[in-house]
């Protein structure tokens, strides 16, 4: 076995199998295969070339994963690695007297922590104004305003919510995903491609019409890339917003005791909101300052992985509005590839500083309790609406209390390594 370490995240490892070492690991595979069963023969009773004959695929497989399991243990224990992912299988060759297998293991990087104490950072000082709260109370107002259908012979203009049905066609054929009926589409809101929801402008209920676009060149569909298509469209209902009243009455309804109160209130919302935004700015300030100053790589695999986590949490977040993450490609002219290659700087830089954050906590020795991981359980089941218990029992019936425990372990070590970031720095 050869280990060749190719970059500060990447070692490579090198093996030949032959000779005994290799008959043996054959005999050992072909055990496995004793009862299969093969035209002519009793199981267990079938000689071990026709066994290799008939299920070839199967015994190469067998070994490969035999020899990359074995030698991958003694690499990471020979030369202290600490894997971070999946390996990657680079290439092999099976002969039927030798075998050659090359991989490699993505490992977390060795780094020296750039100065993380005696730093100098700004932090930002906040008035809280009549005019910032006023605003406040504006936008309650505003969101406070109901959808009301206008009357049919009114035409449809901008911020108004139309429900519409709709189908496209792209040379005169209805193309996948181009259909929808009662679907809700704010014009104005950018929703979809081209100038869709400007053509709808000036139309008023019951009207059916085409609507005549172009896909973006670089539409995620390939049979869509660049094309003209047309919509037929017909709108169910046209909704606007009625404006509330600021009284007391809608202070009520918004849960304060009056008008007066609701401005008290709103101030002091602000107020912790604001202290909460600037304490936040402060850290990421911190973080981003030590970040700089160290010289770190971020793994290939963290990275991808990182990108991945990040969709997938905005295909949640699509899910909670009624859409899938096709269906916002459809509508945007995004795609998968694009979204990864847009969200790879960031998750670079979240990487980085995971990196950086356990590695300050492992020099500074900081650790949690498990009385302050159950206390943080308490915190979280609070924020699901659920008592402790009940939500630690739906945890383990899922087989993920490890896992789980271990991420609140893990956030809760590195709150305490921003805490210590931040009292060893000075405010400028």
Same mark, same amino acid.
């Given at each position: 076995?050869?280990?060749?370490?190719?970059?500060?995240?990447?070692?490579?490892?090198?093996?030949?199998?032959?000779?005994?070492?290799?008959?043996?690991?054959?005999?050992?595979?072909?055990?496995?295969?004793?009862?299969?069963?093969?035209?002519?023969?009793?199981?267990?009773?079938?000689?071990?070339?026709?066994?290799?004959?008939?299920?070839?695929?199967?015994?190469?497989?067998?070994?490969?994963?035999?020899?990359?399991?074995?030698?991958?243990?003694?690499?990471?224990?020979?030369?202290?690695?600490?894997?971070?992912?999946?390996?990657?299988?680079?290439?092999?060759?099976?002969?039927?007297?030798?075998?050659?297998?090359?991989?490699?293991?993505?490992?977390?990087?060795?780094?020296?922590?750039?100065?993380?104490?005696?730093?100098?950072?700004?932090?930002?000082?906040?008035?809280?104004? $009549?005019?910032?709260?006023?605003?406040?109370?504006?936008?309650?107002?505003?969101?406070?305003?109901?959808?009301?259908?206008?009357?049919?012979?009114?035409?449809?203009?901008?911020? $108004?919510?139309?429900?519409?049905?709709?189908?496209?066609?792209? $040379?005169?054929?209805?193309?996948?995903?181009?259909?929808?009926?009662?679907?809700?589409?704010?014009?104005?809101?950018?929703?979809?491609? $081209?100038?869709?929801?400007?053509?709808?402008?000036?139309?008023?209920?019951?009207?059916?019409?085409?609507?005549?676009?172009?896909?973006?060149?670089?539409?995620?569909?390939?049979?869509?890339?660049?094309?003209?298509?047309?919509?037929?469209?017909?709108?169910?209902?046209?909704?606007?917003?009625?404006?509330?009243?600021?009284?007391?009455?809608?202070?009520?309804?918004?849960?304060?005791?009056?008008?007066?109160?609701?401005?008290?209130?709103?101030?002091?919302?602000?107020?912790?909101?604001?202290?909460?935004?600037?304490?936040?700015?402060?850290?990421?300030?911190?973080?981003?300052?030590?970040?700089?100053?160290?010289?770190?790589?971020?793994?290939?695999?963290?990275?991808?992985?990182?990108?991945? =986590?990040?969709?997938?949490?905005?295909?949640?977040?699509?899910?909670?509005?009624?859409?899938?993450?096709?269906?916002?490609?459809?509508?945007?002219?995004?795609?998968?590839?694009?979204?990864?290659?847009?969200?790879?700087?960031?998750?670079?830089?979240?990487?980085?500083?995971?990196?950086?954050?356990?590695?300050?906590?492992?020099?500074?020795?900081?650790?949690?309790?498990?009385?302050?991981?159950?206390?943080? =359980?308490?915190?979280?089941?609070?924020?699901?609406?659920?008592?402790?218990?009940?939500?630690?029992?739906?945890?383990?019936?899922?087989?993920?209390?490890?896992?789980?425990?271990?991420?609140?372990?893990?956030?809760?070590?590195?709150?305490?390594?921003?805490?210590?970031?931040?009292?060893?720095?000075?405010?400028?």
């Amino acid at each position: 076995m050869a280990v060749k370490k190719l970059n500060e995240t990447t070692y490579e490892v090198s093996v030949t199998v032959e000779g005994e070492k290799l008959k043996h690991l054959k005999d050992h595979v072909l055990v496995h295969f004793k009862d299969a069963k093969v035209d002519g023969f009793r199981p267990g009773h079938v000689p071990a070339n026709v066994i290799e004959k008939n299920f070839r695929k199967e015994i190469d497989g067998e070994i490969l994963n035999h020899i990359i399991s074995e030698e991958y243990q003694k690499a990471v224990a020979e030369n202290e690695l600490k894997p971070i992912a999946d390996i990657k299988l680079e290439k092999y060759e099976i002969q039927s007297d030798k075998v050659e297998v090359v991989f490699t293991i993505p490992v977390l990087p060795e780094f020296e922590l750039g100065q993380y104490k005696g730093l100098e950072v700004e932090k930002e000082n906040f008035e809280v104004t $009549d005019e910032k709260v006023n605003e406040e109370i504006e936008r309650m107002r505003k969101n406070a305003s109901k959808l009301k259908e206008v009357p049919e012979n009114e035409e449809a203009k901008n911020d $108004d919510v139309v429900n519409i049905n709709f189908e496209g066609f792209v $040379d005169g054929v209805a193309f996948d995903g181009g259909k929808a009926e009662g679907y809700d589409l704010t014009l104005g809101s950018h929703s979809f491609i $081209d100038t869709f929801e400007e053509q709808i402008i000036g139309h008023k209920k019951n009207d059916e019409f085409d609507v005549n676009v172009k896909f973006p060149e670089e539409y995620h569909a390939e049979n869509l890339k660049g094309k003209p298509a047309l919509f037929k469209v017909k709108v169910n209902s046209i909704k606007r917003k009625e404006e509330a009243e600021l009284n007391d009455d809608l202070a009520k309804e918004l849960g304060f005791d009056s008008l007066d109160d609701m401005k008290a209130k709103t101030r002091e919302n602000i107020t912790k909101r604001e202290e909460t935004r600037v304490e936040n700015e402060f850290k990421n300030k911190i973080i981003e300052k030590i970040v700089e100053a160290t010289n770190v790589e971020a793994p290939k695999a963290l990275v991808d992985r990182e990108i991945e =986590f990040q969709i997938n949490r905005f295909a949640q977040q699509l899910q909670m509005q009624g859409i899938n993450l096709n269906q916002y490609f459809q509508m945007t002219g995004q795609t998968i590839d694009k979204m990864r290659e847009d969200s790879r700087e960031m998750a670079e830089k979240s990487v980085k500083t995971e990196l950086v954050l356990s590695e300050i906590s492992k020099v500074e020795n900081i650790t949690v309790t498990d009385e302050e991981v159950d206390n943080e =359980f308490e915190v979280m089941a609070t924020m699901y609406g659920m008592d402790k218990e009940t939500m630690l029992n739906e945890v383990k019936k899922s087989g993920n209390y490890q896992r789980f425990y271990d991420e609140a372990k893990y956030r809760l070590i590195n709150q305490k390594t921003i805490d210590l970031l931040v009292k060893e720095t000075k405010v400028k």
